[in-house]
């Protein structure tokens, strides 16, 4: 299929040429038709099969037709509610991108900065507003958002949405806007509490589904790294350098691992930079622009503020810490393999991790590729039997006989804090 064959304006297919895009993704050919007819959608889609431009296209398409001339007053016709900063950022770029030969007027809000420009820009009128829950919320308690007029409304990432927490706030949004809306739902995994808010806020929805989450792309090879926690900035080190790894993303579980990164990086000569939920966002913007100009070779990152994350071609990315929610896995390794280009994904998993892994290896229904023979494999016994539960008091008794290192246990802890938090005491933050 080509974009031709899809019914858009011009405006848009020259803006689409202009972008180099030959044909629709998948999720474009089947939601651009389903939304161009006025339907309600429920698209299971992730981040890199082109979903935004799958609810851009036919939205622009749709308000073309009425905003028409620059010189009528302009009324928020679209709302798009995404989870994250970065997110909103992308979306609203795309909408400026596709609608670029149309009178459409794309405005971003989200919280963290000052909110002075936003209102002036909402004074002057929008005729699509991209936001994050809160700050969409507290504008329009302000009085300076009217979403009387609406038609379209996109939920996007709504699993991340979920998963942060913003789901009560989504559905107050949803309560603000006309019932004769038109509504959008994008997630890319179907937990119950989302299919739920799909039934209470979509009429007679259709359902398209791209890439399942539980197949990971074939292009990228998958490696792992059984390593000890504390060894694990020792060898990030050294693939990064011995085997000259460039333009690497490496996810940690926790905003404090991933500062922990980049400082120990740096003490050893790597510039690299750390986004995650405690960065203002203009430092983010900062380190993500330097990694997208290839300024800095490493970008460090927590889940949440890497969703959305558009970076064409990565050729590497490093599971620090294995997440503890499998599809996270896959959401992760998805960032690279993209468009026809290879990619490698490396995971460190620590003892501790090891029953991450086996959901995992279950979820994508294949074993990660052992490299064995690194300069830091366990120092005690051989691994343990994968999804054996791991065993804190043994493991940091024998840390703390070994070296003296305290090894904190994660996130995953279970009745042993005061145990753990004593062992951290006493060895508070030893850099590589
Ligand atoms: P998304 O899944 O919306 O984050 O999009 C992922 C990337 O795919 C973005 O960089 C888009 O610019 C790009 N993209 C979207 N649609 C197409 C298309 N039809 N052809 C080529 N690239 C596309």
């Not at 922990?260 to 510039?271: F, M, Y």
């Not at 490396?346 to 294949?366: A, H, N």
């Amino acid at each position: 299929m080509k974009f031709e064959d899809l019914n858009l304006i011009r405006n848009i297919q020259q803006a689409l040429s202009e972008q180099g895009y030959e044909a629709p993704t998948p999720i474009q050919e089947q939601a651009i038709p389903i939304i161009l007819d006025g339907k309600d959608l429920v698209g299971c889609a992730q981040t890199g099969t082109g979903k935004t431009a799958a609810f851009a296209i036919p939205i622009i398409n749709n308000l073309h037709r009425i905003v028409g001339s620059a010189t009528k007053v302009k009324y928020i016709r679209a709302l798009v509610i995404t989870p994250t900063r970065e997110l909103a950022l992308q979306i609203g770029e795309s909408f400026d991108t596709y609608g670029k030969y149309t009178n459409i007027r794309t405005l971003t809000i989200f919280g963290g900065v000052n909110q002075t420009s936003q209102v002036d820009q909402l004074k002057k009128g929008v005729d699509v507003l991209v936001a994050t829950p809160g700050r969409l919320l507290d504008l329009h308690k302000q009085g300076f958002i009217n979403l009387d007029h609406m038609h379209h409304l996109v939920l996007d990432e709504a699993d991340q949405m979920l998963d942060m927490g913003f789901i009560h706030d989504v559905k107050k949004i949803v309560k603000l806007t006309p019932d004769n809306r038109q509504t959008l739902l994008f997630s890319a995994t179907m937990p119950l509490p989302i299919r739920e808010l799909a039934d209470s806020f979509l009429t007679k929805p259709e359902y398209v589904s791209v890439t399942p989450v539980s197949s990971t792309a074939e292009r990228v090879k998958q490696h792992l790294y059984h390593v000890d926690k504390g060894d694990k900035r020792k060898l990030l080190y050294h693939l990064i350098r011995n085997e000259s790894l460039n333009n690497v993303l490496v996810f940690t579980r926790t905003k404090h691992g991933a500062d922990n990164v980049v400082k120990a990086l740096k003490k050893n000569g790597v510039e690299s930079g750390a986004i995650h939920g405690d960065k203002s966002q203009n430092s983010r913007q900062r380190v993500l622009d330097a990694f997208k100009n290839k300024e800095i070779p490493v970008l460090v990152a927590t889940d949440i503020a890497a969703r959305g994350i558009d970076i064409e071609s990565l050729p590497y990315v490093i599971n620090f810490d294995l997440p503890n929610i499998p599809e996270t896995y896959v959401h992760r390794i998805g960032r690279t393999g993209r468009a026809g280009n290879s990619g490698l994904a490396i995971s460190f998993c620590g003892k501790d991790e090891l029953p991450y892994l086996k959901d995992i290896e279950k979820l994508i229904k294949m074993k990660l590729k052992v490299i064995d023979g690194h300069p830091y494999p366990y120092s005690e016994e051989t691994a343990k039997p994968e999804g054996q539960k791991p065993d804190f008091r043994n493991k940091n008794k024998s840390n703390n006989q070994r070296n003296g290192k305290s090894k904190p246990t994660g996130n995953n802890s279970g009745g042993n804090n005061s145990r753990k938090s004593e062992a951290s005491k006493k060895n508070k933050k030893r850099w590589y």
